[in-house]
């Protein structure tokens, strides 16, 4: 069975500071893709970030980088010189390549970047 | 390229009444995936259409209802609502990359049951 663990429910970060955001998971499959994904308080569900299992290198979109450690089963966000928007919701999601499955997601983790 | 759209965004209903929403996906999007999410209860996975199937289902009762037309959009019905049903329910369309649904999510329907 897939699972995804995140182990922070909450965070208090101050602004301009790095902030790291764990994520673990467990699957059987051979190979999947690893998703950060943002929710501020209105609601949606904004990506961020994609990493493949057979990524040789970890992924980085600007301000996000995820370090991707395949052996340990992590997936962790990090965001570099944190800002007062990047407060919000982050889930961490898989889901299966090259078969129909669905996307599990994370609990989530409440970053609080304070001022 | 328009995103996802979600109508109506907020809803207030009453116990017992059912509800419709509607999804529009990303142009050129087949699959979509609906979610329910709550603050006890997380993100929680309702149901995915693709090319009007219903290719996986999570574990909801048999309330929870939908279909998805051939222009890919996509509806979700509850009947018979309850309080635990007060809700955002999030509708997201896939694009297939490299293997992996890359999912991109609407506004969300912020459901009220009272």
């Known amino acids: 069975a897939q699972k995804i663990t995140q182990t922070q429910p909450g965070m208090f970060v101050q602004e301009k500071e790095a902030v790291t955001l764990d994520c673990t998971y467990d699957t059987s499959d051979p190979s999947y893709g690893l998703f950060w994904y943002k929710q501020p308080s209105s609601g949606e569900m904004i990506f961020l970030i994609y990493q493949g299992s057979y990524d040789q290198q970890n992924a980085t979109e600007g301000r996000y980088s995820l370090n991707f450690q395949k052996a340990r089963k992590s997936a962790n966000l990090v965001i570099s010189a944190s800002q007062l928007g990047d407060s919000a919701m982050y889930f961490c999601?898989?889901?299966?390549?090259?078969?129909?499955?669905?996307?599990?997601f994370g609990k989530g983790t409440r970053l609080h970047i304070l001022p | 390229k328009a995103g996802v759209t979600q109508t109506p965004r907020y809803l207030i209903k009453t116990r017992g009444q059912q509800v419709t929403l509607s999804c529009s996906p990303i142009s050129g999007h087949r699959s979509v995936s609906w979610y329910q999410q709550t603050p006890g209860q997380g993100l929680q996975f309702l149901f995915e259409y693709f090319s009007e199937t219903q290719r996986n289902k999570g574990n909801f009762p048999g309330r929870f209802s939908g279909r998805q037309f051939s222009n890919s959009r996509s509806e979700m019905n509850v009947s018979t609502l309850e309080l635990g049903d007060s809700a955002l329910y999030l509708c997201?369309?896939?694009?297939?990359?490299?293997?992996?649904?890359?999912?991109?999510f609407g506004p969300g329907t912020r459901l009220t049951v009272t």
């Open positions: 999601a898989m889901s299966p390549l090259g078969r129909d499955d669905k996307i599990i």
């Open positions: 997201a369309s896939s694009l297939v990359r490299q293997g992996a649904y890359e999912q991109y």
